[in-house]
């Protein structure tokens, strides 16, 4: 395991008064009048956000292989579809009700759900992981998702009203550590848990592993907490398919026979990075990591 921590904020951008516009905008509009507007956007927002615009680029020709042109093309659709998804949530916050979701691995989410021990849900920076918790709408089993605790307050507030009927309570990672009492309560009670992991989040601790023809670091918390509560993982992944449909894909990370559980942990967190690389490589306009996050993303393109 290593130290080594990611270069990420995660915090949504636009002031207060931008994001309160929004949802008045979109109380009184289609979303997809935000899309058009996307179209126009974009480019001004990858002239200016250089380096995150860098590093999608980056991914495109390293880690896919693409050409040049191909690969800015592919940038743009990167950055078009994660504004879309932003102002999908923003437009579910104003109350439009014309997103819907495709569960193909539902069985295994009602498994979970319907289990009287507890659960992790293991997310990542995918598609939109948000939508979920939004529109699943179920009560049996209450599902804690740990968020970064430094998002703006209004898109915590926007959040919270959301999730509030939806049997879903937010857990800010904070820096007094008050979060580490909400996980424990959590999975001692038989609740689920969601936490991203392919950034780090409260733990510097990571695996290296080989993820799209490269190495990088992924987080081993969840996998910790895992064997410490003896509870399963599960994978899931929100990816958008239209305008208006979602479709999630959820799937097991398997715990492995080892001789310790340092090994086992390691295991665990290439598994996920293994089940991730498949999900990436199916919908590889939906990665929203701007930041280096290979070993090698420093290393001038040939």
């Not at 516009?21 to 507007?37: D, Q, T």
């Amino acid at each position: 395991m290593t130290g080594k921590k990611r270069e990420w904020k995660g915090i949504t951008g636009g002031s207060t008064f931008g994001q309160k516009a929004m949802k008045i905008l979109f109380s009184i509009v289609n979303v997809r009048i935000g899309y058009f507007i996307l179209i126009f956007v974009v480019p001004f927002y990858m002239l200016f956000a250089r380096k995150g615009y860098l590093a999608i680029y980056r991914y495109f020709r390293r880690q896919h292989a693409y050409p040049a042109i191909k690969s800015f093309y592919k940038t743009y659709r990167n950055h078009y579809l994660f504004g879309q998804m932003i102002l999908d949530r923003f437009a579910v916050y104003a109350g439009q009700k014309n997103f819907k979701l495709d569960n193909p691995d539902n069985s295994l989410f009602r498994k979970m759900v319907y289990a009287k021990h507890g659960c992790i849900i293991a997310g990542s920076h995918i598609g939109n992981p948000e939508l979920c918790g939004y529109l699943l709408n179920q009560q049996t089993k209450r599902i804690n998702s740990m968020i970064f605790g430094g998002e703006a307050k209004e898109v915590q507030k926007y959040r919270s009203e959301v999730f509030a009927g939806n049997n879903v309570r937010l857990i800010p990672v904070s820096e007094d550590m008050s979060h580490i009492f909400l996980i424990n309560e959590a999975l001692t009670n038989g609740e689920m848990l969601t936490m991203p992991c392919d950034r780090t989040f409260g733990s510097g601790k990571t695996v290296e592993c080989d993820f799209l023809n490269a190495k990088a670091h992924f987080p081993v918390g969840a996998f910790i907490l895992a064997l410490q509560y003896n509870v399963p993982v599960i994978a899931m992944f929100v990816l958008k398919v239209t305008a208006s449909l979602y479709r999630i894909h959820v799937l097991p990370v398997p715990v492995p026979q080892c001789e310790n559980k340092r090994e086992q942990i390691n295991e665990m967190t290439r598994s996920f990075a293994k089940i991730l690389e498949d999900i990436v490589r199916k919908y590889p306009e939906q990665w929203f990591n701007f930041y280096n996050f290979w070993k090698n993303e420093n290393v001038p393109l040939s």
